[in-house]
């Protein structure tokens, strides 16, 4: 279960666990409550018997039993389906066997009514997983999760299809495909259009960079992302006409070709105000592109300041600037950090690793019913 099918960090690192429990002979269902399930055939494409839209609505609580009644591990991911999916397992009986996944140090759980509510159906769940050292300690202390029931499992990836378009790039497509010069210093940003990401400290930042004599004239962003829920992409558009950014920025929508636009990029750069790991950042790393980003949440359990990339404080456009230019100015620095980025990757945050340490949790609930 999970909140939506849409483009994002949680939903794509779903897409992988469902691909990798069924390569090892599971059966796995997959169900949504809203949005427009974007990645619903991608779901069925890796081998979920079905993808099921369940609506957010009261009704969807007898969905979510339905689908239950035939499962062994019922698993619900994000703040809507967790709270959907544990009312359910309260009211219909499969709370042993309900497990919890926490992708992000959700903002919610900072009010104090949501947090309370939280430290009820939050700890009806068997099993709470959560994606980094610091969302266990987030969802603990405002979520009220008793930690006891909280297992870390790291996201991973499948690195091939980075590694394999790092081996060959195309800058020389990409560029004329958005109108850039054949020195731009490319930098990309791969992330929805949500407060969250700050997208317009990101903008902030690349004006004030374009103002360095040395390198300013040939820096180019290229956003990749939407946002199906709100006016975040509007807004960073408004942004930058209003800064007069020009071609210095390109928004090109979500896009497919993900490995290929990373690939052909110099700089992985974000903004972030919070995140739960930030899935992408291991996409940077693994197709040999360093990162500058902000030094929030856990973003530090992944991006190491000073030897995959650098970390600046968030909402400061002046020092996101400064990485930024460190950046361009020091390509054998840059050389260093992608390196480094990309052996992290390799031997911390593999998919194999994470499947497995999932269905291992998995097993030890249905130790717990004795099944």
Known sequence: MITTLDVGGAEVHLLS????????????????LKGDGALAEDFLAVGAESVS???SGPSCISGIARLAQEADI?????LKADAATALAARLRGFRPRLISGKHNDERALLRPWVSRIHGVLGNWPARTIVLSKHVGRF?????????????????????TPFEQAAQKPDPLGVREEFGWPKDAFVM?????????????????AL???RRDERVGSRMRLLLVGDDP??????????????????????????????????AASDLFVMASRWEGLGLVFLEAMASGVPVVSTDVSAIPEVVLDGET????????PGRLAAGMLEAALDPELCARWAKAGALRVASDFGLDRMVDETLAIYEEVLAGQGA
Not at 74 to 78: A, M
Not at 309 to 316: Q, S
């Open 53 to 55: 839209s369940l609506g």
């Open 139 to 159: 969802v603990a202390q405002h979520g009220r999760v008793d930690p006891k029931s909280m297992r870390q499992v790291y996201y991973g990836i499948d690195r």
């Open 17 to 32: 666990q469902v691909k990798g429990q069924v390569a090892r002979g599971h059966q796995v269902r997959v169900a949504y």
């Open 207 to 209: 004006d004030a960079a």
């Open 309 to 316: 990339g650098r970390l600046v404080p968030k909402d400061d």
């Open 74 to 78: 019922v698993h619900s991911h994000l």
């Open 229 to 262: 829920f709100g006016e975040g992409k509007r807004n960073a558009e408004d942004e930058a006409s209003r800064l007069e950014l020009g071609t210095l920025v390109q928004f090109a929508g979500i896009r497919r070709d993900v490995p290929r636009l990373m």
């Open 188 to 204: 990309i940003c791969v992330a929805r259009f949500a407060a969250q990401k700050a997208h317009e400290v990101l903008l902030q």
